[in-house]
């Protein structure tokens, strides 16, 4: 069994094909030589940043097309770099988004193929980041940011092996950075990030203390593991002025013929000396970079690098110098620049300061902050997430398929929409529209083209001979608006799989045209169900047909990583035959029971308290809207309210009471509901589920009217009797929840010009507040904007109309439509109280993994041709993947056949908890992997870094010196590969036979299996 270890770390490290590569110089080897300490080393990076959609679709930016809106072809970029590199081999040059090169490379010839390989091999041609799309760190949760570098990173080494390993995070785009991005890094194993956009105020700082360049503590919970050495772009991430050298540009070339009257070689080498000076007096060590290139640069590499070839020489040519030092200029990578850095800052002992909170919210000016696009496109956020959901459940699927060997075309499609949608002008909302539909198709596309493999897989699964019966299951993507064509007919199967891998009780909603129904379980056991009206009748929206009511019944004990089947039969009775339990007035306002209930207020229609576990608090709850600027963006304080940017007109919400909020009430065995009606294009419905821990806001929102000219932003704003203060705490990412203070940041003076605006932070999951005796708590579906203004509030901003763009490069207001209407969103809060004697952590923690990984429902309608009897003899009714239920505090994150081997799996595990947040749970827990994989003989595991792309004992750190910290001074620590990771090798015969697996609080382990 050691031998095959050995076998899979070869592999690994590129012998493949039967054949070993050729000796590399590639990674840190490859790097230039630097001068020493009395040398200004400068390092040239070439680079394009290539969005993978914005003003564009994805398509159109690749091949070119629609140059009316931009010129920009990647196609053209790529193959005028790798020609161009291979002219002269001082050049380099970076490519970072893997999606666009993935294309790319799927067209090339066998000679191109070799001669990428060797530019690869020798260093000159660097993958860095290397996702498939340069995420955003706002809106993105954690599971798709790491799934999309998983993607990206796996195709890196299945093709280059270890030199198309990326060392550095290159985040040069995205509108403010997050400490759970961080994180992700130093766990995929990097070195180093880059990154340009922070607030104005804080870089000024930075650079007046020449503090550009930090050392990141980016978790809490896992300490010095989680540091990672981060550096800010001095120059955004273009290049200097009057250096741009493509043919986009209108920049002059440098002319080095003195015969010539355009002469100005000299003047370019002396000008691009002065920017050097500028740049070199803000940082800390001997060595700069500069960033060469721009947004779709490079189209014609050649022009770009015969100037850069001549600036470079110039510096030999016309010798300059900084503070008595000369300079040296050259080409090189990002990579190459941390390890000049490391060596520089270690041989003077320097140290570099520590930072332990986030980059949020990012502002450009006074009157800037970039906080709306946290809400921007609610239902693209939404979609997205539905995405993941999907990915995971056939993911989960196919791994229990693994020896079956089908070509699930389906899931790589999916796999590659959900990775650009991570996209930061994807996920954020801040594309033009026809951009924003291009994404949609895309995902929507995805989804759907899974169910034919879906139904494949699932029959093998469950059935009891050598048969195969077509399921017909279907995923209900548009219930949310009461369109499932299935669940419309008379008879039809509901199986609900499970992606969690903890048994769940999962509360199905389907929407129904009856009142009457038998709906029976897996044993043929009559299922308790109720009726409810629809939210609305939705028939403004599109030409489906969108049912009256939805159908609720609750799926109990659905088997971890596995399925339950449902049948619901449709009664052939008249529609009054069944009362729907409605009633008015005072003595009905009362909602659930003394453990978990409501109340509203019969005056009002507006919530008044609520009652969790028993805790009863008084809190109201209600739909408001701000006003959005409508400036024109001549000046500061004319910046209008857009994609990007929140600017409220006025720094006060307005209440939605038109003329005030009416509403109707609905009890049951399984559920109460208040049903409200705030104006004609405003409804939630508050639900209390029988046997819960929370209460449901589900909120509908549009078409938002802008008739009066007036563009709005909705929030849902709850508040409470808890002293919270000036503080409050939002997730990062979906992970570690960080505290934030109102009109207050850590690193630099924060001055309050935009008071709600510039308090808005993300949400990617839930948002709290906290006294002494309690904490209250708001998950959402998707990512949103969110802040607590006054001491007790919370508010989530839902969906935004708008009328003006904010003047940052999308060129359209955010005024979405759809079906010929403004935009409808809708969308779900989960409200939790925790006090004395209950665990926060564990209340939220179960309801946030369920809602991130929900019990996915498929419906069909194969019973109109075969009855439920001729089923059972075809197909098992339930089914479970693991046999053992994993312990509360941990998550399979990952469960997924590997891309590029047969009979392999990948296998993340996750510790949900963190330091200190639970007496119990907050600990080490050890698990043996074969419990949770039992469908096959588990051969051997190889631990690899958070991308499934390298062994783990293949990420090097380099060591740094730490310096002082807000909370924490004067300390070092050496970055030893084992302390540092805390991980329990499996590297050893025994280890391998029994594959026992750590994980330590916040750790996340990434094993490849064989089976």
């Known amino acids: 069994m050691l031998k095959i270890g050995v076998v899979v770390a070869a592999a690994f490290l590129g012998l493949a094909h039967g054949r070993i590569l050729p000796k590399v110089n590639c990674g840190y080897e490859s790097c230039p030589k630097v001068g020493g300490e009395d040398v200004l080393n400068v390092h040239v990076v070439p680079h394009s940043h290539d969005d993978v959609g914005w003003l564009k679709t994805v398509d159109q930016y690749y091949f070119g097309t629609k140059t009316n809106i931009q010129r920009a072809g990647v196609q053209y970029i790529i193959d005028s770099v790798i020609k161009a590199l291979?002219?002269?081999?001082?050049?380099?040059?970076?490519?970072?988004?893997?999606?666009?090169?993935?294309?790319?490379?799927?067209?090339?010839?066998?000679?191109?193929?070799?001669?990428?390989?060797?530019?690869?091999?020798?260093?000159?041609?660097?993958?860095?980041?290397?996702?498939?799309?340069?995420?955003?760190?706002?809106?993105?949760?954690?599971?798709?940011?790491?799934?999309?570098?998983?993607?990206?990173?796996?195709?890196?080494?299945?093709?280059?092996?270890?030199?198309?390993?990326?060392?550095?995070?290159?985040?040069?785009?995205?509108?403010?950075?997050?400490?759970?991005?961080?994180?992700?890094?130093?766990?995929?194993?990097?070195?180093?990030?880059?990154?340009?956009?922070?607030?104005?105020?804080?870089?000024?700082?930075?650079?007046?203390?020449?503090?550009?360049?930090?050392?990141?503590?980016?978790?809490?919970?896992?300490?010095?593991?989680?540091?990672?050495?981060?550096?800010?772009?001095?120059?955004?991430?273009?290049?200097?002025?009057?250096?741009?050298?493509?043919?986009?540009?209108?920049?002059d070339p440098i002319i080095d013929d003195p015969r010539s009257k355009e002469y100005n070689y000299k003047q370019k080498v002396e000008g691009y000396a002065r920017f050097i000076k500028s740049q070199a007096s803000n940082y800390p060590t001997n060595n700069i970079l500069i960033t060469m290139g721009d947004d779709f640069n490079y189209q014609d590499a050649n022009s770009y690098f015969i100037n850069l070839d001549k600036l470079i020489k110039g510096f030999n040519l016309f010798p300059q110098s900084f503070n008595g030092r000369p300079i040296k200029v050259f080409y090189s990578t990002p990579s190459c620049y941390v390890k000049a850095v490391n060596e520089a800052s270690l041989k003077k002992k320097q140290a570099f300061a520590v930072k332990t909170d986030d980059f949020f919210p990012y502002a450009t000016d006074y009157n800037a902050y970039w906080s709306g696009y946290f809400t921007s496109r609610p239902t693209s956020k939404r979609l997205e997430r539905q995405g993941n959901n999907l990915l995971q459940v056939i993911r989960q699927i196919s791994a229990q398929n693994i020896t079956y060997h089908v070509n699930v075309q389906g899931l790589d499609l999916l796999e590659e929409a959900v990775g650009i949608m991570q996209h930061h002008d994807a996920i954020t909302g801040t594309e033009k529209q026809h951009v924003a539909d291009d994404y949609a198709r895309i995902v929507d596309e995805a989804m759907h083209n899974t169910t034919s493999e879906i139904n494949l897989l699932l029959s093998n699964l469950l059935k009891k001979g050598n048969g195969y019966v077509n399921l017909q299951l279907q995923s209900c993507i548009l219930a949310n608006i009461s369109v499932c064509a299935q669940s419309l007919e008379n008879n039809f199967l509901v199986a609900v799989w499970n992606p969690l891998g903890r048994k769940v009780d999962y509360r199905v909603r389907l929407p129904v045209d009856g009142k009457n129904f038998d709906v029976r379980g897996p044993l043929n056991e009559s299922i308790k169900y109720q009726i409810v009206p629809s939210i609305s009748n939705f028939s403004n929206l599109g030409e489906y047909h969108h049912a009256k009511y939805d159908l609720v019944f609750v799926a109990e004990q659905v088997p971890a990583i596995g399925m339950k089947m449902y049948f619901v039969n449709k009664k052939q009775v008249k529609e009054y035959g069944y009362i729907l339990n409605e009633a008015y007035g005072y003595e009905r306002l009362n909602l659930g029971n003394n453990k978990t209930g409501i109340r509203i207020n019969n005056a009002t229609g507006l919530l008044e308290s609520v009652t969790i576990n028993g805790t009863q608090m008084k809190i109201q709850q209600e739909l408001m809207y701000y006003i959005g600027a409508k400036g024109d963006n001549s000046a500061f304080n004319r910046r209008a309210s857009g994609a990007y940017i929140f600017r409220p007109a006025v720094n006060k919400s307005v209440p939605i009471k038109f003329p005030k909020v009416t509403f109707k009430v609905f009890k049951g065995d399984l559920v109460d509901e208040v049903h409200q009606n705030f104006s004609s294009w405003v409804k939630q419905i508050i639900r209390v589920y029988k046997n819960t821990s929370h209460i449901e806001f589900d909120w509908l929102v549009g078409p938002i009217p802008v008739n009066d000219g007036e563009p709005k932003e909705v929030i849902s704003r709850f508040t409470t009797p808890i002293n919270s203060g000036k503080e409050f705490y939002t997730d990062s990412n979906g992970r570690e929840m960080v505290k934030r203070t109102r009109d207050h940041r850590e690193t630099y003076n924060y001055s309050n010009e935009e008071p709600v605006a510039g308090n808005y932070y993300p949400v990617t999951s839930k948002i709290s507040i906290q006294d002494k005796s309690?904490?209250?708590?708001?998950?959402?579906?998707?990512?949103?904007?969110?802040?607590?203004?006054?001491?007790?509030?919370?508010?989530?901003?839902?969906?935004?109309?708008?009328?003006?763009?904010?003047?940052?490069?999308?060129?359209?207001?955010?005024?979405?439509?759809?079906?010929?209407?403004?935009?409808?969103?809708?969308?779900?809060?989960?409200?939790?109280?925790?006090?004395?004697?209950?665990?926060?952590?564990?209340?939220?923690?179960?309801?946030?993994?369920?809602?991130?990984?929900?019990?996915?429902?498929?419906?069909?309608?194969?019973?109109?041709?075969?009855?439920?009897?001729?089923?059972?003899?075809?197909?098992?009714?339930?089914?479970?993947?693991?046999?053992?239920?994993?312990?509360?505090?941990?998550?399979?994150?990952?469960?997924?056949?590997?891309?590029?081997?047969?009979?392999?799996?990948?296998?993340?595990?996750?510790?949900?908890?963190?330091?200190?947040?639970?007496?119990?749970?907050?600990?080490?827990?050890?698990?043996?992997?074969?419990?949770?994989?039992?469908?096959?003989?588990?051969?051997?595991?190889?631990?690899?870094?958070?991308?499934?792309?390298?062994?783990?004992?293949?990420?090097?750190?380099?060591?740094?010196?730490?310096?002082?910290?807000?909370?924490?001074?004067?300390?070092?620590?050496?970055?030893?590969?084992?302390?540092?990771?805390?991980?329990?090798?499996?590297?050893?015969?025994?280890?391998?036979?029994?594959?026992?697996?750590?994980?330590?609080?916040?750790?996340?382990?990434?094993?490849?299996?064989?089976?």
């Open 86 to 251: 291979t002219e002269n081999p001082e050049r380099r040059f970076i490519q970072v988004e893997t999606a666009f090169f993935h294309r790319w490379w799927m067209d090339q010839s066998s000679s191109k193929v070799e001669e990428v390989k060797r530019l690869v091999r020798s260093g000159r041609l660097e993958f860095i980041g290397g996702a498939w799309s340069m995420n955003d760190e706002g809106a993105a949760h954690y599971h798709s940011i790491i799934d999309q570098f998983s993607l990206g990173l796996t195709f890196l080494n299945q093709t280059f092996g270890a030199c198309g390993r990326p060392k550095i995070g290159w985040q040069i785009d995205p509108f403010g950075h997050s400490r759970e991005m961080a994180n992700i890094f130093s766990e995929l194993g990097y070195d180093g990030l880059f990154f340009s956009r922070l607030d104005w105020r804080d870089k000024s700082r930075r650079l007046t203390t020449r503090t550009p360049e930090m050392i990141w503590q980016a978790s809490p919970t896992r300490g010095n593991v989680s540091n990672l050495f981060t550096s800010v772009l001095y120059n955004h991430y273009s290049a200097p002025s009057g250096y741009c050298f493509d043919v986009t540009c209108s920049d």
């Open 774 to 1011: 309690f904490t209250v708590s708001v998950l959402n579906d998707r990512a949103q904007g969110g802040t607590s203004l006054k001491s007790g509030e919370m508010e989530l901003m839902v969906h935004r109309r708008l009328l003006k763009d904010d003047g940052f490069g999308v060129g359209e207001a955010l005024n979405e439509t759809e079906f010929g209407i403004g935009l409808v969103a809708r969308g779900t809060h989960y409200l939790t109280i925790t006090g004395k004697g209950f665990s926060t952590s564990e209340v939220t923690k179960d309801l946030g993994t369920e809602k991130i990984l929900t019990p996915w429902v498929f419906v069909s309608d194969i019973l109109k041709k075969q009855t439920v009897q001729s089923l059972s003899k075809q197909i098992d009714f339930t089914y479970s993947g693991i046999t053992k239920q994993l312990p509360k505090n941990v998550q399979l994150l990952t469960l997924q056949p590997h891309k590029y081997r047969n009979n392999w799996l990948v296998v993340r595990l996750e510790h949900l908890y963190a330091k200190d947040e639970h007496p119990n749970l907050s600990k080490n827990v050890t698990i043996n992997l074969r419990d949770y994989i039992p469908k096959y003989k588990l051969v051997s595991l190889l631990e690899t870094a958070l991308g499934a792309d390298k062994p783990l004992d293949e990420s090097k750190y380099l060591n740094w010196i730490l310096g002082e910290n807000l909370q924490k001074a004067n300390y070092t620590h050496n970055f030893d590969l084992g302390k540092k990771l805390g991980y329990i090798r499996v590297d050893t015969p025994q280890q391998m036979h029994n594959f026992n697996i750590t994980l330590a609080p916040m750790q996340i382990r990434t094993f490849i299996v064989q089976v």
